[in-house]
């Protein structure tokens, strides 16, 4: 039987995931990022394919290389829905560094989490990142904007 201290209590356990995850974006280790994602991970990324499924260390470590130095992540206005299997999260994300060749790079994205528990533990089966874009015919992306 659901409790709200079992679902508070759930929320809580989500939001360490996530913060650990975020963490280890920060860190550019790919490992202990990876390691929050459920074997049949789906990320819906901001860079193409439309789809990406199970994206491997190896993807991820090549992304972090084209940066110098850790990266800033930030998560604004996260929320977390929690039941006693699957939740979801989402927020306002900016991601900023350094990018070799190009030197500061700064944007804001949406982003929305899915968790399932499997074995106990909280893991991300589903992620999406987007921006807006703009509707005046460029269909150019609005990187521009700010919460």
């Known amino acids: 039987m659901n409790t709200s201290n079992t679902i508070r209590g ?6 360490a995931v996530i913060a650990a995850w975020a963490d280890a974006i920060r860190r550019k280790d790919a490992t202990a990022a990876l ?20 994206v491997g260390t190896t993807d991820l470590d090549a992304w972090f290389e084209t940066w110098d130095g850790p990266l800033d992540l930030e998560l604004r206005d996260l929320t977390v829905t929690a039941g006693d299997a699957v939740a979801f999260s989402h927020s306002l994300n900016r991601l900023a560094g350094n990018k070799k060749r190009e030197g500061r790079q700064e944007l804001w994205f949406r982003c929305t989490l899915g968790f399932r528990k499997i074995g106990g533990a909280w893991k991300i089966a589903h992620e999406h990142e987007s921006v807006p874009f703009y509707m005046d015919g460029s269909l150019r992306a609005a990187v521009d904007l700010n919460p």
């Open 10 to 15: 759930e929320e809580a356990n989500v939001r």
């Open 35 to 54: 390691s929050h994602g459920a074997a049949d991970y789906l990320h819906f990324s901001l860079a193409p394919p439309l789809i990406d499924a199970g």
